[in-house]
């Protein structure tokens, strides 16, 4: 069975860091580019992040440039989001999601795998 399962959300105060991880199961992340996107109430889903094969390609969203950080280990089959310097408005469930390409995308439709998502609240 494929599976994406995303873990590390929680609540943080504004300034804090949280680590989240998307690990996958059934099938290798090597040849895949990953994205990390997120969705507050009432809001689309929007791409924050993504990161070609190799990990030597990254992209960020305008609104959290500088904060967050993709990387990723293949020998755990696994990706990670270091959120560092956490606002209010980052709260949302955040996804991981592999798309069959070398190539990044910051598009929903490009990704053919989706987590369940992790809840990260920034709150005082």
């Known amino acids: 069975q494929l599976q994406l399962v995303e873990s590390g959300g929680g609540l943080v105060q504004p300034g804090g860091s949280l680590r989240l991880s998307c690990a996958a199961s059934g099938f290798t992340l090597d040849y895949r580019s990953i994205g990390w996107f997120r969705q507050a109430p009432g809001k689309e889903r929007e791409g924050v992040s993504c990161i070609n094969p190799s990990g030597g390609s990254t992209i960020y969203a305008d609104s959290v440039k500088g904060r967050l950080t993709i990387s990723r280990d293949n020998a755990k089959n696994t990706v990670y989001l270091q959120m560092n310097n956490l606002k209010p408005e980052d709260t949302a469930i955040y996804y991981c999601?592999?798309?069959?390409?070398?190539?990044?995308?910051?598009?929903?439709?490009?990704?053919?795998?989706w987590g369940q998502g992790t809840q990260v609240t920034v709150s005082s």
């Open positions: 999601a592999a798309r069959n390409s070398y190539a990044c995308s910051s598009f929903r439709r490009d990704y053919g795998y």
